[in-house]
């Protein structure tokens, strides 16, 4: 093969995956729009790209005008669910896509590891005890999340370390471990009153509900740092991939490497789930429908599930809200409709990457 | 093991928020055996409150072990159990869609009929699923029971969707019962619950040394004359009709089934002529002892305290499986 039709192939390759994410990128825009046009005040989809774009150049209108309401509306009660919706997503698909690298484990995942229900756990102790290390704020409900997100963490960890565990193994601990979470939780809750019991029970199952714009700057913050630092790491996350003995022959420090990639990966998830509740699948179904098209390169696969993970948590928000309008069912449910089918798929499935037996 | 049992089932009445002595709890029943009850305060907590709460205590906790051991030996895994596989899941999803939709799956049915004829039901999905799965292709064991698991994340979904429509008042009694509640029993539940228990159990000691042929391979049971596959669905379809049986009064509780078998077995070795009765009985002490713990820590769901108490002990046997290879 020349030099020539060895650059044209990879241009090929490349050029491939970028249609592939130039795509996901214009749902994810589409659909971001979409999220904006549910309830109340009727504004077509051109306008809400329109209000947002004179919102962002810095339009201000007087107040009670129909356009200040128009921008009020969109820009104040809208848009921050559509961003959270994105953060979320994006945060959550890396996350997926890294744990399934970095375990060589096509079922990991945020929730399937137990991590997400340790993060929440950790909320439900912060705000029901009034008990966090930094006083009863927001950074003190993160910071619980975060330690309680640990957990699971550090069980992959030492599992990994002490024993022989089988993917497989590993995914059975993360459930044992989030019904224990759900044991502790209900100790937590079982003496709160009605409203607060049903409010936390809606927690559990997550739903992007009652955002503002002051909520959004901790989940922006560690999805965009943890995002650029994984993309960074894409190049050694694929020698992970290929198996613990051959990413050591390759110099790389596979234990350390792994503890520090879950530690970053605790601090995403914490940071997301103490805002949202538990978005499960999320990081499951997005790396894998990635995976199906462009295969596994995790140079591509990375910015792919994000775009890709953000307007699915966004297409199933916004299904979620329309289904029984004006109510609205919360969007982990939905995702677990979509989340389970995909988990059964991919145990049953006979050959996958790696395999999980 | 009876013994303890039934020294158990005496002692627990006396616990709890309103004291009452063993002895007073004694003399309460017998009296009411002899066919005077008191009638008085004291009568009321004793003999409808605590003792119809341990008894059901007693028959969940037993029917969960008789189950787990059965499933044990007829998937040959030591990590199955009416709630690993999924089966409680399903029961519970049909029963809510009875209780909160009032939605009977065979037309015509009311009340606790219909409850019980759709946890029937919907339980056979997961058992269905693995069954149909594992002919396909070899499963492993852990595989078996990742299948239970998806199944129980679609089910648990569809019945969080159902709660949410749920009475928001009713939502901390829903809240529990997803946990596993046994709460307050009624004397007028235990025949329904008690009956089948019985009846199922009776049926699997009958076939407990064609279990055991089972236990020991496909193809060896084929040449002694034993259909396992045949075996396995029968034997699911009595499980399942069981759990049905017991989960809609008392919600899903975890790893009771699991757990017991594996004590049973420690005792009285493998057999399971005698594993089925021993592991039924392990289950049911344990059950009720989580019952008096939960009362006396201030009525908690008693599901609680089995994942508390369970959880570690799967982690142990997860690892351990590990070790020696057991799969």
């Known amino acids: 093969m020349s030099e020539q039709e060895f650059a044209d192939g990879y241009l090929r390759y490349v050029r491939h995956k970028v249609v592939f994410i130039s795509a996901a990128l214009a749902a994810l825009a589409i659909a971001a729009g979409a999220s904006c046009l549910v309830d109340g005040r009727p504004i077509g989809i051109l306008d809400v790209y329109r209000i947002i774009w004179e919102h962002l150049t810095g339009a ?70 009034g008990f966090a290390f930094t006083g009863p704020s927001i950074y003190g409900i993160v910071g619980m999340s975060f330690l309680m997100a640990l957990v699971p963490a550090f069980v992959v960890i030492l599992a990994s370390r002490l024993v022989n565990t089988s993917p497989a193994t590993l995914i059975l601990m993360g459930t044992i471990m989030s019904y224990l979470f759900s044991a502790v939780n209900t100790l937590i809750l079982v003496n709160q009153e009605g409203e607060t019991l049903s409010a936390a029970y809606l ?65 995403m998830v914490a940071s997301i789930i103490s805002f949202t509740g538990i978005l499960g699948f999320v990081g499951l179904v997005a790396p894998h429908i990635v995976r199906m098209a462009i295969g596994s390169d995790n140079k591509f696969v990375i910015p792919a599930s994000m775009a890709f993970g953000s307007a699915l948590l966004l297409v199933t928000d916004t299904v979620a809200r329309l289904v029984v309008y004006p109510y609205e069912i919360p969007v982990g449910i939905v995702l677990m409709f979509i989340g389970g089918p995909l988990f059964l798929y991919v145990v049953v499935r006979k050959k996958g990457y790696g395999g999980i037996y | 093991m009876a013994a303890l049992l039934t020294a158990m089932l005496m002692a627990s009445p006396a616990l709890g928020a309103y004291d009452v002595s063993p002895g007073e709890v004694l003399r309460i029943i017998l009296s009411h055996l002899t066919g005077n009850p008191p009638g008085d305060r004291t009568d009321f907590v004793v003999w409808d409150v605590r003792l119809t709460s341990s008894a059901m205590a007693v028959i969940t906790g037993f029917a969960l ?58 339980s056979l999905v997961p058992m269905a699923a693995i069954l149909v799965l594992s002919i396909s292709r070899r499963m492993t064991d852990t595989m078996m029971i990742l299948c239970g698991i998806g199944v129980m994340y679609f089910f648990s979904a569809t019945t969080s969707l159902l709660m949410l429509t749920a009475d928001p008042t009713q939502m901390s009694a829903v809240y529990s019962w997803n ?61 399942s009709v069981m759990i049905a049986a017991i989960v809609s009064f008392t919600g899903t509780i975890g790893f009771i089934g699991l757990v017991s078998p594996h004590i049973a077995r420690a005792f009285v070795g493998s057999r399971q002529s005698w594993l089925i009765p021993a592991s039924g009985l392990v289950g049911a002490a344990m059950l009720l002892a989580a019952n008096d713990a939960a009362r006396v820590l201030g009525s908690l769901p008693v599901g609680v305290i089995t994942t508390l108490v369970g959880c570690p002990i799967f982690f142990a046997l997860l690892i351990r499986q590990r070790r020696s290879q057991w799969i």
């Open chain 1, 60 to 129: 201000r209108y007087e107040y009670a005008t129909p356009e200040y309401w128009d921008d009020f509306v969109v820009c104040q009660m809208r848009l921050p669910r559509t961003v959270l919706a994105i953060v979320a997503g994006s945060s959550l698909a890396v996350c997926g896509t890294v744990m399934q690298s970095i375990m060589s484990n096509p079922l990991a995942d945020p929730y399937t590891t137990g991590m997400s229900s340790g993060a929440c756990l950790g909320s439900i102790i912060a705000i029901a005890m």
């Open chain 1, 203 to 267: 927690w559990t199952i997550g739903s992007l509900d009652n955002v503002i714009w002051s909520d959004l700057w901790i989940p922006g913050m560690t999805s965009v740092l943890g995002c650029a630092a994984m993309l960074a790491m894409s190049g050694k996350l694929n020698v992970m991939m290929m198996g613990d003995d051959q990413a050591r022959s390759m110099g790389l420090d596979v234990d350390n490497f792994r503890t520090v990639l879950l530690l970053v990966l605790s601090v």
């Open chain 2, 179 to 239: 946990l596993g509640n046994i709460g307050v029993g009624y004397w007028d539940n235990l025949p329904t619950m008690a009956i089948p228990t019985a009846l199922c159990t009776a049926f699997l000691m009958l076939s407990a040394s064609k279990i055991d042929i089972l236990t020991s391979g496909d193809s060896l049971s084929h040449t002694v004359g034993v259909d396992p596959f045949r075996l396995r669905v029968v034997s699911s379809l009595v499980v």
């Open chain 2, 65 to 122: 072990g008789v189950c787990g051991s059965v499933m044990q030996a007829v998937m040959r895994n030591p990590l199955a159990d009416p709630y690993t596989m999924g089966v409680s899941s399903g029961a519970s999803l049909g029963a809510v869609l009875s209780l909160v939709m009032g939605i009977s799956i065979i037309p015509g049915l009311r009340g606790d009929a219909s409850v019980m004829s759709n946890a029937f039901l919907l």
